[in-house]
């Protein structure tokens, strides 16, 4: 199993970015996957997830800026990041869970998800 993310960059506060996870196998359509973010110095916290069927979750740090979004027939799951702040600077995960396992620790535990990409870094600037 392999969680692809991409998509992070340096950009001014303001600016938009779309990061990408892509994954491959396993039965794309049966995982939840997550979108964690990882500031310097800081835990990895829950930025937003993704339901087996699209719906979508977000932090209240991101709620009317970030959209989760999935693409099944791809294995991709994007997370589209408007209005950057600086605050928004951080490494971005993607995390995937199994649909079929209860759950456990708590949709925005990082002892939740199964599998975990390698990052990509998003760098805001004011």
């Known amino acids: 199993v392999q969680l692809q993310a991409s998509g992070g960059g340096l950009v001014q506060a303001g600016a938009s970015l779309r990061l990408s996870c892509e994954a491959s196998?396993?039965?794309?359509?049966?995982?939840?996957v997550a979108w964690f973010g990882q500031a310097p110095g800081k835990e990895r916290v829950f930025v937003a997830r993704s339901t087996w069927s699209g719906a979508a979750y977000y932090a209240d740090s991101v709620k009317g800026r970030f959209t989760v979004s999935r693409d099944n027939d791809k294995n991709t799951v994007y997370l589209q990041m408007n209005n950057l702040k600086p605050e928004d600077t951080a490494v971005y995960y993607c995390?995937?869970?199994?649909?079929?396992?209860?759950?456990?620790?708590?949709?925005?535990?990082?002892?939740?998800?199964?599998?975990w990409g390698q990052g990509t870094l998003v760098t805001v600037s004011s």
């Open positions: 196998g396993l039965t794309f359509s049966n995982y939840f």
């Open positions: 995390a995937a869970k199994r649909r079929f396992r209860p759950l456990n620790k708590g949709w925005d535990d990082v002892g939740e998800y199964d599998f």
